[in-house]
């Protein structure tokens, strides 16, 4: 059975065959830690200066938790897919059509939204193998229209023009401020946790193989990659994992409409968080979420009617000036992993 | 002796062109068989099909003795089938250490591997090519002789035991070659893989190969020894037109 030994700087784990190490780094904790810290006061701080700034805090945890399955789905695929919102759109509607049916509360609705998510990509699955290049390019960026084409159409069941209303609430104490705070919270460890699976995954040996898928599909295949296999699975957790937001939007609102996050709107702010923070790089994401976040607050509170026009010309500046992203200026600089990081080619 | 590997009646159309025609070989372990042929002649399209990546149309491969003709590419590489490319096709975003590391993780199954161990595997290959102090280096990077350098090493990390190597000697100067080609024999010797190697320059595979197999058409004209194969009037015909005698 499993097997661990504890030596001087790594876990390592047996079982039967097979043999992982985990390598223990304590010299590279700090700068993560430090971050941590400032992610966990930060909500408490603004509680007491400005409660309102834990919602932006909440936006921002979130974009960066759809931003980084993405970013695993790119590498693992060796696509981009355009159209992640629509597991948001597959998970929220699950969650909020169980809520409002049964009146079931979000931990009961969770296993059912992580299902329908992996259903639906399990499903559409098959677009990684089939399509490539531009091709894979539009059929993604088709889904969630046509998914909010079908919440019109059904609007008996979907409301597609008003949205779903009277959801069971994540969380309610009675006190609208300290539900803010309680959620800000647990969307920061949301992030984290999705940050330190995905960095996890990306490290390993099956983030390599999928580096390498990434690379050049062919040459994965003829050096043995089951290339097929890793696809299905990095497209599936990936969507999974997004479906799971879906869920969290929907609870957290406590009302769901498609016309909210299925349009493009959304997906092109996911997709410049991806691009900002980083070229696709996980901790990139988290940079570029509080950046679009922050910047898109900002912009709303002060630049008043000219902000649908200030915002898309500000980003587009900074994707010129900055090809590596924010995290790109951190990373030029500070250079410490024996690893290369994963870049995404297509 | 049983063969290592069995090719009979191999065909590969595509559509109404009729790439490979009915070719049968064997390959012995331990020997290194040439593979020639005037350009065209369907040397590459063998090897796809012998690696997997063209499902042959009919026809039967084996190697040691268990059929491989439906298998897919990573299933043949799992059982030690392992091919360079003519232009090389490296990872470009990929360091040449973690190039050869990702095929020391997904070639031959290895049992109590971990991902640390196959980065000391890989590392021992990249020195044995001589690109140990390129190994942080993007593969985009590299030179195109550290390119090929590179393939062999990523091919001997799936642990081979039939390497295919897709002429070798394309776009390197006359020093680069002649360390390609030690470099290819040092491997046989070191991890007794059987080599497979097509070549369009025959001065090399006179010189290194045990057995030639030369194929026109997609059809095989001649087999035997490097001596008899180019003496053998229909393999100069292929190379140099009918007319040859009345110039010889």
């Known amino acids: ?42 909500p408490a701080v603004a509680y007491f200066v400005s409660p309102g700034l834990i919602n932006t805090m909440i ?43 049964y009146g079931w ?12 998510s992996m259903i639906a990509a399990l499903i559409f699955s098959p677009l990684v193998i089939m399509a490539r290049g531009l091709y894979y390019v539009l059929l993604t960026l088709l889904l969630p229209l046509v998914f909010l084409e079908v919440t019109f159409i059904y609007t008996d069941i979907f409301k597609g023009d008003t949205g779903l209303f009277g959801i069971v609430p994540l969380l309610d104490t009675g006190n609208a401020n300290n539900n803010f705070l309680i ?10 946790a999705y940050l330190w699976f995905i960095n996890k995954v990306l490290k390993s ?44 939007y929907a609870h957290y609102f406590s009302s769901f409409a498609g016309i909210t996050y299925l349009p493009l709107t959304f997906m092109l702010k996911i997709l410049l968080v991806l691009m900002i923070g980083g070229r696709a790089q996980v901790f990139g994401c988290v940079v570029g979420g509080y950046f679009i976040a922050f910047l898109e607050m900002l912009m709303i509170r002060f630049m008043g009617p000219i902000q649908p026009l200030l915002f898309p010309i500000i980003l587009l500046i900074l994707l010129f000036i900055l090809p590596e992203g924010l995290f790109g200026l951190y990373r030029k600089r500070r250079y410490r992993e024996y690893l290369p990081t994963i870049h995404v080619r297509r | 002796m ?5 090719v009979s009646n191999l065909v590969k159309r595509f559509g109404g062109i009729i790439a490979v025609n009915d070719v049968s070989f064997e390959i012995y372990k331990g020997e290194t068989l040439g593979f020639i042929g005037p350009n065209g002649a369907g040397k590459s399209t063998v090897v796809n099909a012998l690696t997997g990546f063209f499902p042959a149309t009919s026809g039967k491969i084996e190697l040691n003795g268990v059929d491989i003709t439906h298998m897919k590419p990573h299933q043949r590489a799992h059982m030690g089938l392992a091919r360079t490319y003519q232009i090389p096709r490296p990872f470009p975003e990929l360091t040449a250490l973690t190039s050869v590391l990702a095929s020391s993780i997904s070639g031959k199954k290895r049992i109590n591997q971990s991902f640390q161990d196959a ?14 102090s390129k190994r942080n280096i993007l593969a985009r990077d590299l030179t195109f002789y550290e390119l090929r350098m590179l393939e062999l090493a990523r091919a001997l990390a799936t642990t081979p035991q039939l390497l295919f190597i897709d002429e070798v000697m394309a776009g390197l100067n006359p020093g680069e070659a002649k360390n390609a080609i030690k470099m290819i024999r040092k491997a046989k010797e070191e991890f007794g893989v059987t080599v497979f190697w097509i070549e369009h320059v025959m001065a090399v595979l006179m010189e290194a190969a045990d057995r030639i197999v030369a194929i026109n058409y997609g ?16 393999v100069i015909e292929a190379y140099l037109g009918r007319g040859w005698r009345e110039y010889a």
């Open chain 1, 1 to 42: 059975m499993v097997e661990m030994e504890l030596k001087r700087d790594r876990v390592v784990i047996r079982l039967g065959t097979k043999k992982w190490e985990w390598t223990l780094e304590p010299r590279y904790w700090r700068n993560t830690l430090l971050w941590a810290l400032f992610l966990l006061i930060a």
């Open chain 2, 2 to 6: 049983t063969p290592l590997l069995k």
């Open chain 1, 205 to 248: 040996r099956y983030g390599l193989i999928m580096a390498a898928i990434n690379d050049d599909e062919e040459v994965a295949h003829s050096i043995g990659v089951n290339i097929n296999k890793v696809k299905i699975i990095a497209f599936v957790a990936a969507s999974t994992l997004i479906g799971i937001i879906g869920w969290f």
């Open chain 1, 59 to 101: 936006s921002a945890n979130i974009y960066a938790a759809i931003a980084m399955p993405l970013a695993l789905m790119t590498i693992g695929t060796g696509r981009m897919n355009f159209g992640p919102q629509f597991y948001i759109g597959v998970g929220g509607y699950t969650a909020a059509l169980l809520s409002i049916a």
């Open chain 2, 219 to 234: 059809s095989k004209l001649a087999e035997g020894t490097p001596d008899e194969v180019v003496n053998n009037d229909d």
């Open chain 1, 105 to 116: 509360g979000p931990l009961t609705t969770l296993p059912f939204a992580i299902l329908m």
């Open chain 2, 119 to 132: 980065m000391f595997d890989a590392t021992h290959y990249l020195e044995f090519v001589g690109l140990f």
């Open chain 1, 183 to 192: 959620i800000g919270y647990f969307s920061t460890a949301v992030m984290f």
